[in-house]
């Protein structure tokens, strides 16, 4: 199961895993300065576009160390997604998650249960339209349920 979490982005929004329940959700972290990021930004791009609507929500958790430098490239970049930005991988969201690595992209289903892919996994949209299939069967059933 994914470890309890609560963080507020840049521009005040407050994120936890009580607020996404019911959704499926992918985390990506790494550092935005690292080439292997900055590749990845246009499918992580095109996946936040993709499943725009649906019950997913992509979430960048930054491990860059510079606030300022970070800030530019989100604008630079335009990713209107959600954003975080830690302090490393010392940071409590890596701690939390167990990541030693930069570039790890998770998974988190309607349910709770972490997956773990990598940014590039060209199997991800996939993973994420099976995740968004159970979101849409739990939503339902809690519908009719009401």
């Known amino acids: 199961m994914a470890p309890p979490f609560a963080l507020t982005t840049p521009n005040g929004q407050p994120v936890s895993l009580d607020d996404l329940a019911g959704k499926s959700y ?15 930004l246009p499918h992580v791009r095109e996946i936040a576009k993709k499943f ?13 160390t510079d606030e300022r430098a970070w800030k530019d490239l989100v604008a630079k970049n335009e990713m209107t997604w959600l954003q975080y930005r830690d302090d490393g991988l010392w940071g409590r969201w890596p701690k939390g998650f167990g990541v030693r690595e930069i570039r790890p992209t998770f998974t988190i289903d309607a349910d709770g249960a972490l997956q773990h892919e990598h940014i590039g996994d ?3 949209e996939g993973k994420l339209n099976k995740r968004v299939h159970r979101a849409r ?4 059933t809690v519908k009719q349920t009401l």
Do not use: K
């Not at 609507?53 to 491990?63: H, Q």
């Not at 069967?137 to 339902?140: A, I, K, R, V």
């Open 137 to 140: 069967e739990l939503q339902t």
């Open 122 to 124: 060209a199997s991800i």
């Open 52 to 64: 725009q609507g649906e019950p997913v929500v992509v979430l960048s958790l930054s491990l860059d």
């Open 26 to 40: 992918c985390l990506i972290s790494g550092r935005l300065g690292a080439g292997t990021c900055r590749e990845a």
